[in-house]
Each structure stands twice: as structure tokens, then as C-alpha cells.
């Protein structure tokens, strides 16, 4: 049971160029949920989905792109990356149900953009 | 809207000591509270969380948070600080619908021997 996983772990991109993230659960999770992490800001919420087949928008959407084709898996694309997109990005996930409150998280991808 | 607050960016405290990690939160009805941990380099790991039950909250590894409606705050401590404990942590509040995450902006927690 390996929880959460991002890949890849670290990447450097030139601007302008294109990337997709890929985030797999194994816990059968409903919600899925992209986070960027910033200095001095903490997480905000990039894209989110309630299960396959459907997203939504975040706080922070601008730039990104997501898909949830398959229920385990969570992708986001950046088409055309800017240094501003320099970020630590936290895939998450959490069961569905008013109860289940707890988001798991994986270990982070560290993107940075020249 | 929801919001939270984390009142200071840094903390220091010796192994030992008593730990103080302060939240003030904004909700206009009851919120849900969490406390979340990241060590350096690592995802993030739930400490404890405050969903409208019992006020105070144990969380994992001694923390515990004391929910205070009147003054809409949500700290987190910890009687005796240890080394292991050195990490950044976010207060959070759940958002309705699909509860998604409002995180403050993190109090690094440092700790020395």
C-alpha cells in the first residue's frame, strides 16, 4: 500500500516549454486535489476532482490544466510554464463522506522554471 | 469566508520545553480545524483535527489543540518539546462541499537541544 505518489520527484523547465505531473492513489480515494506550496504562503488549492471524469477549479487555477481519466490517477499539465509556476506542488487525496476528513498527501514535486 | 491565521512564522524552543503554536481562525458558521505537520522535505502528515465534538483535541506524538470559540482560535502545544518535533506546521479550516483546504501560511517550529 504505497498511499499517495507523485512523479516526478524534481524537474526543471525552460520557459514556455509543457509538462504534465502525474499523482496515483491506491486507496481508492473519490477526491483528488492539487496543491502548490510557495514561501511565506503555505498550500492553495490549484485544481480538484470529486471523482473520474470530473474537475474543477481551485484558487489558484490560472495556467494549469487537469484530467482525471482513470480513479486513481490525477494529472496536471502546464502548456506553456512561466517562472511564477516555480513552485512545490502536493498531489492529495481523501475518501468521500462527511466523516472522512483527513486529506493524504504525497511527497511533493519540486518544479522550478528558468 | 473562511481563513486562518497563524500568528507567528517561527517559533524556538529548547528540548523539554513547552510548546505554544498559535491560530486564530474566521468562519461564519462552525468551522472544521486541523493541524497539519510537514517535515523538510515530506508531505504533509495530520496531527489532529476539531470537527464540532469535544473542544480539546489530542492529536498524534503528545500535540493537542484547544478549540475556543469566543476567541476563534485553535492553538496547538505540546507539554515537552522534543528534537524530532523540528518541522513546519500548518493550522488549516475545512471549506463546505468536498471540504477543501484553507492552509494558513505555516510556523516553522524550531528545536534545540
Known amino acids: 500500500n504505497a498511499g499517495v505518489t507523485q512523479t516526478p520527484k524534481f524537474r526543471v523547465l525552460k520557459t514556455g516549454q509543457s509538462m504534465t505531473l502525474l499523482c496515483a492513489q491506491d486507496?481508492?480515494?473519490?477526491?483528488m486535489y492539487w496543491y502548490r506550496q510557495d514561501p511565506g504562503m503555505g498550500l492553495r488549492l490549484i485544481h480538484y476532482s470529486v471523482g473520474e471524469g470530473t474537475t474543477a477549479k481551485g484558487e489558484v487555477p490560472d495556467g494549469y490544466n487537469v484530467s482525471r481519466l482513470k480513479k486513481q490517477n490525477f494529472l496536471l499539465g502546464l502548456e506553456s510554464a512561466a517562472p511564477s509556476q516555480t513552485s512545490v506542488y502536493f498531489c492529495a487525496s481523501k475518501n468521500q463522506g462527511s466523516r472522512a476528513y483527513e486529506q493524504y498527501f504525497g511527497p511533493g514535486t519540486r518544479l522550478t522554471v528558468t | 469566508a473562511q481563513s486562518v491565521t497563524q500568528l507567528d512564522s517561527h517559533v524556538s524552543v529548547s528540548e523539554g520545553t513547552p510548546v505554544l503554536l498559535r491560530c486564530n481562525y474566521s468562519s461564519s458558521y462552525s468551522p472544521s480545524l486541523f493541524w497539519y505537520v510537514q517535515h523538510p522535505n515530506k508531505g504533509l502528515q495530520l496531527l489532529l483535527k476539531?470537527?464540532?465534538?469535544?473542544?480539546l483535541v489530542k492529536g498524534i506524538n503528545g500535540f493537542e489543540a484547544e478549540f475556543k470559540k469566543s476567541e476563534t482560535s485553535f492553538h496547538l502545544t505540546k507539554p515537552s518539546a522534543h528534537m524530532s518535533d523540528a518541522a513546519e506546521y500548518f493550522c488549516v479550516v475545512s471549506l463546505p462541499g468536498f471540504q477543501k483546504l484553507v492552509f494558513g501560511t505555516g510556523t516553522r517550529l524550531l528545536v534545540s537541544p
Open positions: 486507496m481508492n480515494h473519490e477526491y
Open positions: 476539531y470537527t464540532s465534538a469535544a473542544t
